[in-house]
Structures are given as structure tokens and as C-alpha cells.
Nanobody, 128 residues
Framework: QVQLVESGGGLVQAGGSLRLSCAASGGVLSRYAMGWFHQAPGKEREFVAAITWSGGGTYYADSVKGRFTISRDNAKKTVYLQMNSLKPEDTAVYYC?????????????????????WGQGTQVTVSS
């Protein structure tokens, strides 16, 4: 069983930056692909970014390409999401998730329902 804990959220002005971290315990993180999703009030959970087990593949939603960077340190069992040039529409609860498929493809990569373990989420608020 994998436990995930997110941190690093907060309040930031538009154009600012935040770095989210997701610390894992209870499993072998290096075997799993990892993803970040966000959910705004009244909306469905949406894909933000994902990274394969080795870090060799990274994937992003069109809305964050060029602004967000996902990375991982398997030795530290931690996944990161560097968020730059933040916009008010980025405001949401951000969740990290683990996928038992190390190199997922298609819906297995982008669909939140295909992920197996979840953190509790961290709030990101971007003011205009």
C-alpha cells in the first residue's frame, strides 16, 4: 500500500511560482508512474502532468505546457510539480497519484480513474 502526502500549496499572485511536492511511503515508488491532477470547485478532477517510473517520459495538459514541470527523485521517494507563470484559472486543489503501470499510455495516463493511490490534496490559490 502506497501513502502519498502533498505539500507546497498556498496563495500566490498571478505570474508567481509554486513548487508542489509529493512524498511517498509504504511502497516502491520507483515502480510507479506518477501524476498530478487538479480539481476546482464544481468541476471534475483534471489531468495536469504525469511522469513515467524512470522519469524518462513526461506528459502535460495543454493548459500547462511550458509553465509547469514534473520531476521525480526516486531515491527520495518524492515527485515534484514546479509551477511557473501561474494564472487565476490554475486555482484548484492539486492531488498527486500513483499508477501501478510504470509506463502508462492513452487513457491509463490521462484518466484519473486509472490511478491507484492518491494523496489528500493541497490547495493552490492564484489571485489576479
Amino acid at each position: 500500500q502506497v501513502q502519498l502526502v502533498e505539500s507546497g500549496g498556498g496563495l500566490v499572485q498571478a505570474g508567481g511560482s509554486l513548487r508542489l511536492s509529493c512524498a511517498a511511503s509504504g511502497g516502491v515508488l520507483s515502480r510507479y508512474a506518477m501524476g498530478w491532477f487538479h480539481q476546482a470547485p464544481g468541476k471534475e478532477r483534471e489531468f495536469v502532468a504525469a511522469i513515467t517510473w524512470s522519469g524518462g517520459g513526461t506528459y502535460y495538459a495543454d493548459s500547462v505546457k511550458g509553465r509547469f514541470t514534473i520531476s521525480r527523485d526516486n531515491a527520495k521517494k518524492t515527485v515534484y510539480l514546479q509551477m511557473n507563470s501561474l494564472k487565476p484559472e490554475d486555482t484548484a486543489v492539486y492531488y498527486c497519484a500513483a499508477n501501478r503501470v510504470g509506463v502508462p499510455s492513452g487513457s491509463r495516463l490521462y484518466n484519473w480513474r486509472e490511478y491507484d493511490y492518491w494523496g489528500q490534496g493541497t490547495q493552490v490559490t492564484v489571485s489576479s
